[in-house]
């Protein structure tokens, strides 16, 4: 885990929450601009005091940072390669290749 809180434009970041089987990520955003999570989390704090809906999660944060410029989200694709340690590759076929 990355544990500087600044994060460059163009880099990529997930934000999660939660702990052991509650715990969850988010979608995979790209940072519009060099940003500082800490400044913008309380930025965004101060920001809610205007909202209708009061409560602060990564939801609503994911959502701010995006209407505000500073993240993108990004598509892309999940595979599943097994559990508890066996390589088990569901769904997934490799690329043909010519010999």
Known sequence: MKKNQE??????????????????????FRCLKNLDM????EAFHSS??????RDADASSFTLWLSKNGWVE???YAEVHVGS??????CGFTAPDTED
Not at 7 to 28: C, H, M, N, Q, W
Not at 38 to 41: D, P, R, S
Not at 84 to 89: H, I, Q
């Open 7 to 28: 994060f460059k434009a163009g880099e990529f970041v997930i934000l999660a929450e939660g702990e052991y089987s509650d715990y969850r990520t988010g979608p995979l």
């Open 84 to 89: 508890y340690g066996r390589f088990e590759c």
């Open 38 to 41: 800490k400044e913008l989390a």
């Open 48 to 53: 809610r005091e205007k909202w209708r809906y």
């Open 73 to 75: 989200e990004v598509a």
